[in-house]
């Protein structure tokens, strides 16, 4: 059974760092076969995608539009984690954020597994 | 603001079958691309529901079915019963934004 633990704090000032880890088990996030994803939910922007990390050949990071210059995605297969950075926070980062594993199918990828989500506010 | 629209609730009696639709564009759901769906409880993280336009995931009753044309697509649940009260997202990837993009979301009310 593959589970994706998350953690990380759920309160961050503004123009601060928002970093969050999920512990990845029964899985390798050196798999060629996962993408490892975070997704952001708020009442305001609705289910957002931020970005993925996948191992193929080499680690390859891709970053939506809207936030790519403010956000790292990595992976530690010492410890078999992945992690989010988003610097420079502001309210409009206030969600819950999911740790999400993608499956490639044919033709794109699908969220199969997702973490149970953190509550993070961006209030001084 | 979802580049993928859907209807904001749709609601049905018990034993009843419901659609959702979810529109989009020649960027995103026009393409070859597949269209995924999710289920997601109020309080819960979102539940893969349907991948690759038509499949249901181990564990998925058979009521639960997608389909894909043009540049839209659909979910629709058959012989609805009162655990299926959930929001209802579809998924794909847009080439114009270069990313995974989800629809505006359903809310399911069973009547």
């Known amino acids: 059974q593959v589970l994706l633990q998350q953690s990380g704090p759920g309160l961050v000032k503004p123009s601060q760092t928002l970093s969050l880890s999920c512990a990845v088990s029964?899985?390798?996030?050196?798999?060629?076969?996962?993408?490892w994803n975070w997704i952001r939910q708020s009442p305001s922007r609705g289910l957002e995608w931020l970005g993925r990390t996948f191992y193929q050949s080499k680690w390859i990071h891709q970053y939506a539009l809207s936030v790519k210059s403010r956000i790292t995605i990595n992976a530690d297969t010492s410890k078999n984690e992945f992690s989010l950075q988003l610097n420079s926070v502001t309210p409009e980062d206030s969600a819950v954020y999911y740790c999400?594993?993608?499956?490639?199918?044919?033709?794109?990828?699908?969220?199969?597994?997702w973490g149970r989500g953190t509550l993070v506010t961006v209030s001084s | 603001q979802s580049v993928l629209t859907q209807p904001p609730s749709v609601s049905g009696a018990p034993g009843q079958r419901v659609t959702i639709s979810c529109t989009g564009s020649?960027?995103?759901?026009?393409?070859?691309?597949?269209v995924h769906w999710y289920q997601q409880v109020p309080g819960t993280a979102p539940r893969l529901l349907i991948f690759?336009?038509?499949n249901r995931p181990s564990g998925i009753p058979d009521r639960f079915s997608g389909s894909k044309s043009g540049t839209s697509a659909s979910l629709g649940i058959t012989g609805l019963q009162v655990e299926d009260e959930a929001d209802y997202y579809c998924q794909t990837y847009d080439s114009s934004l270069s990313g995974y993009v989800f629809g505006t979301g359903t809310k399911v009310t069973v009547l």
């Open positions: 029964g899985d390798s996030v050196s798999t060629d076969s996962s993408a």
């Open positions: 690759g336009n038509t």
């Open positions: 999400v594993r993608g499956l490639s199918w044919h033709l794109g990828w699908y969220f199969d597994l």
């Open positions: 020649s960027s995103n759901i026009g393409t070859p691309l597949d």
